[in-house]
């Protein structure tokens, strides 16, 4: 895993679900306080439909095999937020009207053959913005498909805003990358092996030192899936290669900004609400910007702001954290007959940053399965309706071709048939009609000529009238046979 103190060159900003403002004074962001926005409470009390409602199972299931779990290991396991990991899909209606959140859900789990479990209508602006979270990065990927959207949600018309930036889940870490060498060009040369790399970051330390290790963002899971299998980052055919390893963003440990205190509540919540404690000079007063008492920390005392990453009393809640999360055991689930290690939780309160070493630990660390169900694996189910519906698509679409080329094959019957008829009236009345017609006119004209005449024609008129029986003859006989076409129907033709 990356170092604590290890931090990416810019940081993935969160969307804020509804923030509660009881009892809370709102501050502006002013002085050197920056680094507190990072830990702004969230209230997630207001969610529906919240694909992570199965956490108070897991939380029973870990106090069962630990019942002896302080308060403030809990506490730890609560300081998650539980927010879905994945940036949400942004569903904006037109119509004045809105549909209910279920409805929403069922129609495009109905068209786009997925199964969302989780959506709500935006807390900012008018009831109109829908927001869609994945549960898995299978669906993520699914619903960044633009061609399985439908063109009208619950009869409604749409517009839908696509996530600008991708879940921390969507990012490795190159290892032994030197820190000398140009990004822009190592960006450009991994780009030609990974065509879906679409950012590329050094890593720091404290002062923003370069270390060799480089950040990389894909906008597809499915190379990354294959890049931690591989265990390496290929840059040629087997040649070329760094090592990687799965991105895990650093812990960030939740503050109460009412008294200071770390990992035990939010200032909602505080139990100190009228002794505030200021974040600057550690006295207890009511929040100042501008205070000019001399800057000293509440927690530890020294010359730092409360809530400072150099803070010992931050390190050591952090390492306290990290600890906690290394020790949470290994689930068996004997239904899937195979082994899960259920990923650590970093505490960070970011909406991509939650769960992104589950997303890893299961590429990692999932077996064969053997003996699936439907109902335990939705995508799956989702993708094999795909398939079918796929097929049923071609085969309808094969059977419109066959409808098509017999409809062809039957008209092209229709006109043989029609000029087997016209050759057969021609050839009649050149037999029947012209050539008699001839012989006559022939006989006249020979009886009129002198001897010697009739003698150098007569034998041309005998071989023209013996050409002639021959051919009657040969078409008396052809007459008794009907034309092989005539006999076949067009359902015949196609019947292979």
């Known amino acids: 895993q990356i170092d604590e103190d290890s931090v990416s060159a810019t940081t993935p900003t969160t969307e804020q679900n509804t923030n509660s403002t009881r009892n809370v004074t709102k501050r502006p962001k002013q002085g050197d306080d920056s680094f507190e926005l990072e830990h702004r409470a969230v209230n997630t009390r207001n969610q529906y439909f919240n694909s992570a409602g199965s956490r108070p199972v897991q939380q029973q299931q870990q106090q069962q095999l630990n019942p002896t779990t302080s308060h403030s290991a809990t506490n ?17 209606f037109a119509a004045d009207s809105t549909p209910s959140e279920l409805s929403i859900i069922k129609d495009i789990n109905k068209h786009c053959h997925i199964g969302l479990s989780y959506g709500r209508y935006s807390s900012t602006g008018s009831n109109k913005c829908f927001l869609i979270y994945a549960n898995s990065s299978e669906q993520f990927d699914r ?39 140009k ?10 092996q990974y065509p879906t790399i679409i950012k590329v970051e050094r890593l720091y330390v404290k002062d923003r030192i370069p270390i060799s290790k480089v950040r990389i963002d894909f906008s597809s899971n499915q190379e990354v899936k294959k890049i931690i299998q591989n265990k390496r980052l290929l840059l040629d055919d087997e040649n070329t290669s760094f090592m990687i390893q799965p991105y895990s963003p650093p812990a960030k440990i939740l503050r109460c900004f009412n008294c200071q205190q770390y990992n035990d509540h939010i200032a909602a919540n505080c139990p100190h609400k009228d002794k505030p404690t200021c974040f600057r000079c550690g006295l207890n007063h009511p929040f100042n910007p501008n205070c000019s008492n001399k800057i000293c920390c509440a927690n530890c005392g020294q010359s730092h702001m409360a809530g400072s990453p150099s803070c010992p009393v931050k390190v050591e809640e952090r390492r306290k954290h990290q600890q906690f999360s290394n020790s949470l055991p290994t689930i068996d689930n004997n239904n899937n007959n195979n082994k899960v290690l259920h990923a650590k939780s970093t505490g960070a309160s970011g909406a991509w940053a939650a769960n992104a070493r589950k997303e890893h630990a299961q590429t990692q660390l999932y077996t064969p399965v053997h003996n699936v169900t439907l109902n335990e694996y939705p995508d799956a189910l989702s993708d094999i309706n795909k398939k079918l519906d796929q097929i049923m698509n071609k085969m309808e679409q094969i059977t419109n071709e066959q409808t098509n080329i017999n409809a062809s094959i039957t008209k092209a019957f229709r006109l043989i048939n029609s000029w087997q008829k016209d050759l057969a009236s021609l050839k009649e009345f050149i037999i029947d009609k012209v050539c008699p017609y001839i012989f006559n006119l022939g006989e006249a004209f020979l009886e009129a000529k002198k001897q010697t005449e009739q003698e150098k024609l007569r034998p041309i008129f005998m071989k023209f009238k013996q050409q002639y029986e021959e051919i009657v003859e040969l078409h008396d006989i052809k007459q008794n046979e009907k034309p092989i076409l005539s006999r076949s129907t067009s359902n015949e033709s196609i019947s292979t």
């Open 76 to 92: 730890y396991g609560n300081s998650t937020s539980t927010r879905s990991t994945f940036p949400p899909f942004r569903i904006s």
């Open 183 to 192: 990004l822009e060009q190592f960006e450009s040369d991994t780009k030609k």
């Open 143 to 181: 619903l960044m498909d633009k061609t399985i959207w439908p063109i009208q949600i619950c009869s409604l018309d749409y517009e839908i805003l696509f996530p600008s930036k991708v879940p921390t889940s969507y990012s490795i870490v190159a290892i032994g990358v030197p820190a000398q060498w």
